[in-house]
């Protein structure tokens, strides 16, 4: 075979392969929103709004009232159900329930879990991204080890007001440096697909197309000021 046909041959098999790809993407995404709509569909108003209550756990255990209402499909997530026998036990739980919904297990994995790295502030003051990544990182591979699923982190605030108490879980005052800390934690968290998902906590301000964004910190609440999380303007 001539070497131009080869390489035409070559060109046409990658692009088949690829334009496979992209429709198999296209269609998996378009089968996980026809099972969620049709499991939304099936539900009650009480399993509905069971998905929207999230339960403390006794320490690292699901306290009996948690199971019992795991039981009945009233439990959408836990914050503190840890560890393989106290996950399994409420996971099992929910699997009685009559539409069979596993429960999210979040902790709040903000700066390490077995492993404590410096507080995201004191991260931030680096100005080192890589290290951050690799830190988040660490972090998701031993809460995914315990059963979490769920980070609670990053915390995205921009903080203006030293007064507030929760500055210490952001980067600080500047966007375009907050913005690179989170994405480097998301990075981070997201090592593999088994493993946590990350929450960008208490978005306050507006995107960067204007769009606003309701939080705990949001404006008017005298912690924080709005603003824009565009990048920085040269």
Not at 105 to 116: A, K, S
Request: aromatic residues 6%.
């Amino acid at each position: 075979m001539p070497r131009k046909t080869s390489i035409y041959a070559a060109l046409l098999i990658l692009v088949t392969i690829l334009a496979s790809h992209v429709f198999a993407q296209k269609r998996s995404q378009a089968d996980i929103e026809a099972k969620i709509n049709a499991l939304i569909a099936k539900m009650t108003l009480a399993e509905k709004l069971g998905q929207l209550q999230q339960m403390p756990g006794a320490g690292e255990v699901a306290s009996p009232e948690t199971i019992e209402m795991a039981k009945k499909g009233l439990v959408g997530s836990t914050l503190g159900v840890r560890g393989a026998k106290n996950v399994n036990e409420l996971q099992r739980a929910a699997m009685q329930s009559r539409l069979k919904i596993p429960v999210l297990l979040g902790f709040d994995v903000i700066h390490g879990y077995r492993t404590i790295f410096p507080i995201p502030l004191a991260q931030a003051a680096s100005w080192d991204p890589q290290m951050v990544e690799r830190d988040s990182a660490i972090a998701a591979v031993e809460a995914r080890s315990v059963g979490l699923h769920w980070t609670f982190a990053p915390m995205v605030d921009i903080a203006r007001d030293p007064r507030w108490g929760r500055i210490m879980e952001g980067a600080g005052e500047d966007t375009y440096l907050g913005s690179l800390m989170a994405a480097a934690q998301v990075r981070g968290f997201q090592v593999s697909s088994t493993y946590t998902r990350w929450c960008p906590q208490d978005l306050a301000g507006s995107l960067s197309d204007g769009r606003p964004v309701a939080s705990e910190a949001a404006a008017g609440a005298g912690r924080t000021a709005p603003v824009s999380l565009g990048g920085r303007p040269h």
